[in-house]
Each structure stands twice: as C-alpha cells, then as structure tokens.
C-alpha cells in the first residue's frame, strides 16, 4: 500500500481593511516510492522511501493606493529538504536529500 500514512495543511489568514496575508504549512509524512529487492512489503528488502516533508509558505498583500496593491510572497521559507532514504523511517540509510531555498516574490496589481 502506497499511500500517504499522515498528510495535512495548517493556515492561517487575516483579511482587514488594506491588509490580506495569509501562512500555510504543509506535512507530508514519509512515503513508500518503491518495494524492495523483493517486490514484497517487508521493510527488510530495503524499501525505498520520501523524506517527510514539512513547508512553510506565506503571502502578504496590502493595498497603498485606490486601486494599487503591493503582494510579497515567499515559497518554501523555511528551506525544507526534499530527498530519498532506503530501509524503513526507524532506520534508514541516506540516498538523496535536497534542497532548494526558498523562492520569493514581489508585485505590484493594478485595478483590482
């Protein structure tokens, strides 16, 4: 069975006068990829597994003029690691792990 075991979004977002913003976190607990030597469910074929994942992303808006309004974002702010592991969550051996830093933005919206 190749499901997620545990998964969930946690948010918060406030939306007054000028102001929107908003955070999100996102869990993914780790996660089957591949059966082992064998094909079977037995965690002792060297099974091959994601990382979990936990990722934290946040938006702010406000508006400065009439119809103008500026937004930052950032994705991934806490910097997060993606990546592979072999054996089971209790006792694994390292194959992959990534990172990517997290990504911002800025902009301007007009008309809104």
């Known amino acids: 069975d190749r499901t997620i075991p545990n998964m969930f979004t946690v948010s918060a977002l406030y939306d007054y006068s000028i102001v929107s913003a908003r955070v999100a976190g996102r869990y993914t607990a780790a996660t089957i990829n591949a059966y082992g030597l064998d094909g ?24 400065v ?5 500026l937004t ?3 994705q991934n702010i806490n910097n997060e690691y993606f990546g592979f ?10 194959n992959q792990r990534e990172t990517y ?3 911002w933005a800025v902009g301007v919206r007009q008309g809104f």
């Open 40 to 63: 079977s469910s037995n965690p002792e074929s060297s099974d091959n597994w994601f990382y979990p994942h936990w990722q934290v992303d946040a938006q702010l808006t406000m508006r």
């Open 65 to 69: 003029f009439a119809s103008t309004a």
């Open 72 to 74: 930052v974002s950032g």
């Open 85 to 94: 592991f072999t054996g089971t969550p209790g006792n694994r051996t390292n």
């Open 101 to 103: 830093g997290s990504v």
